[in-house]
């Protein structure tokens, strides 16, 4: 099927994004890459090796040398993430992942490293695309751009129930002052921060869905392509 063009999916941590993205890209046909995940994969390997974040040039160095690869389970159709040759789709979800994340994200050099990794897969591939700045620096002209938002209290509680479910022993009030805190370090960085282009349609999930996201994502993208073929 000859692909309609990339899909940006912008928004702040807990908003629905990997859920949503992952669902479009399978009815669509797409790869999905989560860019949070090659964020998260370069902290695992800091804390691994000891690495301290605040050292960006090392970090800078460590992106360099890391090989990150996505692969689909075909029987779970559970996107697996592996950091060299090591699967670590589990790990770096963990609390200390999340709780340093934003402060490797904020690293250029690692950025840099990152944003070209990211712009190869999207020449290679149709791809659904989630992260921070995907439609405003990695995929500033995919034709169809989305900027997912949420109450903090909600997505407050969808965190807490993703940790819960895997066993981690967490407060709701941790996760609240988590996702405030990762919003204003995403926001505020002064490389390629979190923010709605103004080509980007924006979506409330609070009250919504997965499903019913994905719907209005679907028709918007097929609303879109046929104004143009007409
Ligand atoms: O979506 P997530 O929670 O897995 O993202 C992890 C961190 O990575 C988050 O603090 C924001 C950052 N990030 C980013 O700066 N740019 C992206 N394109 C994706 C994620």
Redesign the pocket.
């Known amino acids: 099927m000859p692909g309609k063009g990339n899909i940006a999916i912008?928004g702040p941590?807990?908003a629905g994004?990997?859920t949503v993205a992952k669902l479009v890209a399978e009815k669509l046909g797409y790869i999905y890459i989560?860019?949070?995940?090659?964020?998260?994969a370069i902290?695992w390997k800091a804390l691994v090796n000891k690495i301290s974040v605040e050292d960006e040039i090392r970090m800078a160095r460590l992106a360099q040398n890391t090989v990150i690869d996505f692969y689909v389970d075909i029987q779970t159709k559970k996107q697996l993430i592996f950091c060299d040759g090591q699967d670590v789709t589990e790990e770096?979800?963990s609390p200390e992942v999340?709780k340093l994340?934003?402060h490797?994200?904020?690293i250029p050099g690692v950025?840099l490293v990152?944003l070209k990794q990211?712009q190869l897969l999207a020449t290679k591939n149709n791809v659904v695309?989630?992260?921070?700045?995907?439609g405003s620096?990695?995929l500033p002209n995919a034709p169809f751009k989305f900027f997912l938002t949420a109450s903090v209290e909600e997505r407050a509680r969808r965190r807490f129930l993703e940790l819960s479910n895997k066993g981690y022993k967490i407060s709701q009030a941790d996760v609240v002052t988590e996702i405030i805190e990762?919003d204003k370090?995403?926001q505020e960085?002064s490389v390629?921060p979190?923010v709605k282009t103004s080509d980007a349609i924006e979506i409330d999930t609070s009250f919504l869905k997965p499903v019913e996201v994905v719907n209005k994502i679907i028709s918007i993208i097929n609303r879109i392509s046929e104004s143009k073929t007409n």
């Open positions: 912008d941590a807990g994004k990997s989560d860019t949070g995940a090659m964020y998260r902290t770096i979800r999340s994340v934003s490797v994200a904020k950025r990152l990211q695309m989630d992260g921070r700045d995907i620096n990695v990762r370090i995403d960085r390629a979190l």
